[in-house]
């Protein structure tokens, strides 16, 4: 596939970058709403906006291989307009930033959780069991019948 050429870029429009501005308003609101939800401790596999999350990073890669792609030009003439577009991507790239810490720690905390309860799991079975480590019977084992007469 041929990549267009400089001339043949064509430079984005107001409304195309007014779009960007509101996907990415959109994206940091769902990331922030995730990074509150992990910050009480949730794990990370019941975030409420992961679908959300997915749905708008999707569009948004859409449009950034747009650019790559090189049919449009982010130049944006509106010097305003640029700035708030740098502005919001740098917003965008805070917050992602910040998720990608948090998701880290909802995934160790959901390791420890899972870790703490094979943990428990193994010392009832050992605990339970007349036998060691080392397959020896290591104490007596008793039963208790429930037909017992008197």
Do not use: W
């Not at 950034?64 to 640029?82: F, G, I, K, M, P």
């Not at 428990?120 to 480590?133: M, N, V």
Request: proline fraction near 2%.
């Amino acid at each position: 596939m041929k990549q267009g050429t400089q001339a043949d870029r064509r430079p984005a429009s107001e409304d195309d970058v007014r779009t960007l501005l509101a996907l990415i308003d959109e994206l940091i609101a769902v990331i922030s709403e995730e990074n509150a939800e992990l910050a009480k401790g949730l794990p990370a596999s019941r975030s409420k906006q992961l679908d959300d999350k997915s749905r708008l990073a999707g569009v948004f890669e859409q449009r950034v291989a747009e650019c790559a792609r090189q049919t449009a030009s982010l130049d944006v003439r509106d010097r305003v307009l640029r700035e708030q577009l740098m502005e919001h991507i740098i917003r965008l790239r805070s917050a992602m930033d910040e998720n990608l810490v948090r998701l880290r720690a909802a995934i160790d905390a959901s390791h420890r959780r899972i870790e703490a309860i094979m943990q428990a799991i193994r010392d009832q079975i050992a605990s339970a069991s007349p036998y060691g480590a080392g397959g020896r019977l290591a104490a007596r084992a008793t039963s208790c019948g429930t037909n017992v007469r008197a």
